[in-house]
């Protein structure tokens, strides 16, 4: 199948790059490199030894990413490309609506010109907001507490009106519990800009040296051990799910959301301890309050991404922290040259 992938070079678009090239599909990257380098294209081709080309350019430019999918045909398309922080989003709000709304509406402008109806959508779990039952499921309400979460619902709503009004067109809505980890070569992972608001990107840092200590947010939520508790899943096991929402495209129409985790919880301090592990020394980490908006749990239940996907999360919370520090502990500074962060 002919793919062309938006935000390919980033952490989870890389990813399923060498999943989707591995499986004997190909690939068209289109990126604009504002928050990820051109070189984890560079070594997933060394990975793969597969051949793809890569488009620099915004998914606003309408025009051109017209060109690039009309000159290009895809059979499917899988979107990446988008802002992701939840901190970040309350600070730059019109920001996080431009790309992440208005350049969905760009790419659907796009797929139109090149005659192509299947996408495969990098949602997210904040689409769901405070959980009125848990484990989430797909028909739990949606009510997103931060922009992020917001601008990623109402993605959702315009993907699905969009694959409601023409026959063949569906949209395969991925709805991401708590990416983490690395290839396990070692080569390709996650190189966030600046400060890192996710968990273990942080830890990751703190472990090289790169800052000096953990920040919990918060200890006395109602959980076992006053930590807040996510559902954590390897990013092989997430990008493998893009290539089995592939095949469901091929045959579906209209939109579907899924859940993709594990449903299982892990809380902060239970991962501090299985990284340490991973490192083989103590890591400092000290307590913060809580942050606005951070809620005490979230689990998937991934029953039906199970069975209509035929696709389920393999790799251990051992294989996720090992992963991830295998990459760091060899690119302690991501893909560049060391420098301020």
């Known amino acids: 199948m002919k793919v062309l992938v938006t935000g390919g070079a980033g952490y989870i678009g890389s990813h399923t790059l060498v999943e989707l090239l591995g499986q004997g599909h190909e690939a068209l990257v289109v990126d604009s490199f504002s928050n990820s380098s051109p070189k984890a294209l560079e070594r997933v081709r060394e990975l ?3 051949h793809f080309e890569s488009v620099d350019c915004d998914i606003r430019d309408t025009a051109r990413l017209s060109e690039t999918a009309t000159g290009y045909r895809p059979d499917a398309v899988i979107h990446f490309a ?3 922080s ?3 989003s309350a600070r730059k709000a019109v920001d996080y609506y431009d790309v ?3 350049g969905t509406v760009s790419l659907l402008r796009a797929m139109e010109a090149a005659g192509s109806a299947k996408i495969i959508f990098s949602s997210s779990a904040t689409v769901y907001g405070e959980p009125r039952y848990l484990p989430f499921d797909e028909d739990h309400p949606l009510g997103p507490t931060n922009v992020y979460g917001q601008t990623k619902a109402i993605a ?14 569906a949209a ?15 080569r390709i992972g996650e190189d966030p800009r600046g400060v890192p608001e996710n968990l273990m990107p942080f ?8 800052r000096e200590s953990l920040r919990i947010w918060g200890d006395d939520y109602p959980t076992p051990d006053g930590t807040g508790i996510r559902d954590y899943i390897h990013v092989t096991d997430l990008a493998r799910a893009h290539v089995a929402a592939l095949d469901r495209a091929a045959t579906a129409s209209g939109a579907l959301p899924y859940n993709i985790g594990t449903g299982q919880g892990v809380s902060v301090k239970e991962m501090l301890s299985a990284f340490e592990r991973a490192v083989g020394r103590k890591l400092p980490a000290e307590v913060h309050p809580r942050r606005p908006g951070d809620i005490a749990e979230s689990r998937a239940s991934c029953e039906r991404a199970n069975r209509e996907l035929r696709w389920r999360a393999e790799r251990s919370l051992d294989d996720m922290v090992q992963s991830l520090w295998a990459w760091q502990s060899a690119n302690p500074w991501g893909y560049e040259a060391p420098h301020e962060a």
């Open 100 to 102: 992440n709304v208005a």
């Open 203 to 210: 830890l990751a840092q703190v472990a090289a040296g790169r």
């Open 156 to 169: 959702e709503q315009l993907l699905t009106d969009w694959a409601g009004q023409g026959e063949g067109r």
């Open 48 to 50: 793969t030894n597969g």
């Open 86 to 88: 939840v901190g970040e």
């Open 82 to 84: 988008g802002l992701k």
């Open 172 to 186: 395969i809505l991925l709805r991401y519990f708590n990416p983490v980890g690395a290839h396990a070569s070692g």
